[in-house]
């Protein structure tokens, strides 16, 4: 059973995250003065707070899950997402935990028709970032998956394909967009009529009352990564144009 999975997560929505942070950046080293220390304070400490503040939306235990989407075998993509409650906006009334509860609940009713055929999750850095994030997210939230999640699986585990270790190996990276452009698959923004959004501006998709496209766009890197998986395993390929003879 082939799991392609996707998450998209914010920064951390905790009253107290931005106070625990600001505790944590002070001046450069090299700036002694109390004037220029004032003026650094005044001009630059905000940016470096709201700059590590966004950076929490990679760290479990601090940032969030904003949506899940999934697709099984060759099915269609699923999807669960939600929006905070304190941004007054078009909220689904949806929680963190529920939406952990409902991805977990969804792949246990899977593999239970599938009579228990044993699952390999496949992602783009699956391995260290999404699958690991799901892990501290449930610990966090007290929501226990009903099957083994494979967050500390070995880079031989046959229970995880990562198409980014699977390119580029273990001593270099690579995104999924340029892969997708290696591979002539179409990138990401193709599905909302170009307009651009990638994992750094989930955020501010979100906040800006846009947790619905930022749902299209998590299901549209589960559909490019199911494409990659099939590229690299040579089940899909490439379409070259017609050679028309003169």
């Known amino acids: 059973m082939k799991i392609y999975l996707d998450i998209e997560t914010i920064p951390g929505q905790s009253p107290s995250l931005i106070g625990d942070i600001t505790e944590t950046i002070s001046p450069p080293g090299n700036i002694k003065k109390a004037e ?3 003026k650094w304070e005044a001009e ?33 993509v699923d999807v669960v997402f939600r929006t905070p ?25 899977e ?35 009903p099957f083994h999640l494979p967050h500390d ?9 990562d198409t980014m270790y699977a390119w580029a190996g273990y001593r270099d990276r690579i995104s999924l967009d340029r892969l997708c452009r290696a591979l002539a698959i179409p990138t990401k923004g193709s599905e909302l009529d170009g307009e651009e959004i990638d994992g750094a501006k989930v955020w501010d998709f979100v906040r800006d009352g846009y947790a619905d496209k930022v749902a299209v766009y998590c299901q549209a890197d589960v559909e490019r990564v199911r494409n990659v998986y099939r590229r ?4 899909l390929a490439q379409q070259w144009p017609e050679v028309v003879s003169a």
């Open 111 to 145: 593999s239970e028709r599938q009579h228990g055929r044993r699952p390999m999750y496949i992602g783009h850095n699956v391995r260290d970032f999404d699958l690991r994030f799901l892990f501290h997210r449930a610990v966090i939230l007290g929501v226990k998956p």
């Open 85 to 109: 409650d304190h941004l007054n906006g078009p909220s689904n009334d949806v929680s963190e935990a529920e939406i952990l509860s409902d991805f977990f609940q969804a792949i246990k009713k």
């Open 44 to 76: 630059q400490k905000p940016a470096a707070i709201e700059d590590a503040w966004r950076k929490t939306s990679f760290q479990g235990d601090r940032g969030e899950v904003v949506c899940i989407a999934w697709a099984v075998d060759d099915g269609l």
């Open 36 to 38: 220029t220390i004032a």
């Open 232 to 235: 690299l395993n040579f089940e």
């Open 153 to 161: 699986a070995r880079p031989d585990s046959e229970s995880v394909f």
